[in-house]
């Protein structure tokens, strides 16, 4: 029960994952700060190394926090089919009269 329930949890995660991922003003959020960082990221001057990395990390953490968010969705899919199984399971064995 706790595993099915964990499941369910991991399944609406990945709706609410899935409704940033849709969400207009959060793509044009990440679109911008990876445009804004990459704009500045170009406009550092040769010496600025240590400027440079900060701007390469920066782009590098809007892409991973997407990643992670479609991660969740694929977990949550992933976790749906696991509980449709399980529910095609019990039916089967409430058919036969296994329980």
């Known amino acids: 029960m706790a595993d099915e329930w964990r499941l369910q949890q991991t399944a609406a995660k990945a709706v609410r994952a899935q ?30 190394v240590a400027g440079r990395e900060k ?10 926090v997407r990643d992670h968010l479609s991660a969740v969705v694929a977990n949550g899919k992933l976790a749906q089919a696991e509980l449709k199984e399980l529910a095609e399971i019990a039916e089967r064995k409430k058919r036969f009269g296994i329980l």
């Open 19 to 48: 409704a940033l991922l849709d969400d207009e003003l959060l793509s044009e959020a990440f679109s911008a700060l990876e445009a804004s960082y990459t704009s500045a990221w170009r406009q550092t001057v040769i010496d600025d």
């Open 55 to 64: 701007l390469f990390l920066a782009i590098n953490v809007v892409g991973k």
